[in-house]
């Protein structure tokens, strides 16, 4: 016998608000990490790693799912600090 579709109304509201918090805290990382890519400046815009950080805070994380944005800016950060480690000696 097919189980009937689990209604919205079934879903406890904390599970729901659990999702929205770690959605709002991943988006709110990732506007940081963007913030940070964008202070590299001209030396920093000119590096091929620059372009894999920007698809990755874009492209990438917009297409896995929650449970893999995580990983997703934990890449882009370790790129940036790269970044900014590569700017900072030219």
Do not use: C
């Amino acid at each position: 016998m097919p189980r009937p579709p689990a209604s919205r109304a079934n879903t406890s509201p904390f599970s729901r608000g659990n999702f929205r918090r770690r959605y709002d805290e991943l988006e709110a990382r990732r506007a940081e990490l963007v913030t940070r890519l964008g202070m590299l400046g001209v030396n920093g815009q000119q590096h091929p790693g620059y372009k894999r950080a920007l698809k990755l805070l874009n492209d990438t994380f917009r297409k896995v799912g929650l449970t893999q944005r995580l990983a997703v800016l934990q890449a882009a950060a370790w790129l940036i600090d790269v970044l900014e480690q590569v700017t900072m000696v030219l």
